[in-house]
């Protein structure tokens, strides 16, 4: 794994006001996130982690602080100046686009009558792929999960376990340098966790050096995901270490092999 920092969130920090009081819940968020790596922040609902993730997303602007993808600042679109944005277009540096630098994929998902493929393709739609080659794109980055019987079914059609499988077709569909997992993998059983695990960390593994940021709402549920720990309390940023060794130390498999029937034990992974 490279040591290069894809990823750097300096001294954010984001607040709110309620009702004249002003709530700060990201208090100078310091974190670094290296090409091939998967780091996971935790903490109590609520407590900050889908702002965090907004901001590194550059849906949210941060009252402090920055974040640079590739040495590139993520911005809030609308927020440069003018006479910043000609510079920049005269020095050929464009911001990070979400959708195309980076994807963000909540547990939430699009409106529940949106097709699979249609969901999963947005990210190719931004790359500038043809619509023709979209679904085709689509059904192979789904293919790629085990989850190809899930085209043509709607969103809400779709279980919890079917969702996460399709979030992760749809965030590693584009080829992005960054991939934000909001709540996605979270809150499933053990079995399905490990699962879960197996297929991300080999879709990165199989990726041009993609770095992921999750949310999860449990460290126990973390540890199996990441490769680092972070938890946010009281909106600090606490650094832990919590790999799960025997999960992260196995020999890696390509995507395919994780769902075929190859022997006892084996777990085929699709929506059927």
């Known amino acids: 794994m490279s040591s290069a920092p894809v990823l750097q969130v300096e001294v954010v920090s984001k607040g709110y006001w309620r009702g ?5 819940v990201l208090k100078d968020v310091s974190l670094e996130v290296a090409s091939g790596e998967v ?8 407590g900050g982690k889908s702002t965090l993730l907004e901001i590194v997303a550059g849906i949210e602007a941060p009252d402090a602080g920055t974040v640079m ?40 998902g699009p409106h529940r009558e949106l097709e699979v493929a249609k969901y999963v393709g947005g990210p190719l739609a931004v790359r500038g792929s ?21 085209i043509g079914r709607s969103w809400g059609e779709l279980s919890h376990y079917q969702r996460a499988l399709v979030g ?14 909001d709540d996605l993998l979270d809150a499933h059983d053990r079995r399905d966790t490990e699962t879960l695990s197996d297929i991300l960390h080999t879709l990165v593994e199989e990726s041009d050096g993609c770095a992921v940021l999750l949310s999860a709402g449990y460290y126990e549920t973390a540890v199996v995901l ?22 992260h130390d196995r020999p890696a498999a390509t995507v395919h092999q994780l769902h075929k029937p190859t022997g006892q034990g084996t777990r085929d992974i699709g929506c059927g």
């Open 39 to 46: 780091v996971a922040v935790i903490g109590r609902r609520l």
């Open 130 to 150: 043809r619509r023709r080659d979209v679904r085709k794109l689509a059904g192979a980055a789904l293919e790629r999960v085990g989850a190809s019987d899930c």
């Open 168 to 181: 992760l077709a749809r965030a590693f569909a584009g080829s992005p340098q960054l991939v934000i997992l």
């Open 226 to 247: 990441a490769r680092r720990v972070c938890s946010l309390e009281h909106g600090t940023l606490v650094h832990n270490s919590g790999p799960r060794a025997d999960a």
């Open 20 to 24: 004249g009081s002003y709530l700060g």
């Open 69 to 108: 993808l590739a040495g590139r600042e993520v911005r809030v679109p609308g927020r440069r100046g003018v006479w910043e944005w000609w510079a920049a277009r005269r020095a050929g540096v464009s911001d990070p686009v979400l959708g195309h630098d980076m994807v963000l994929v909540t547990r939430d």
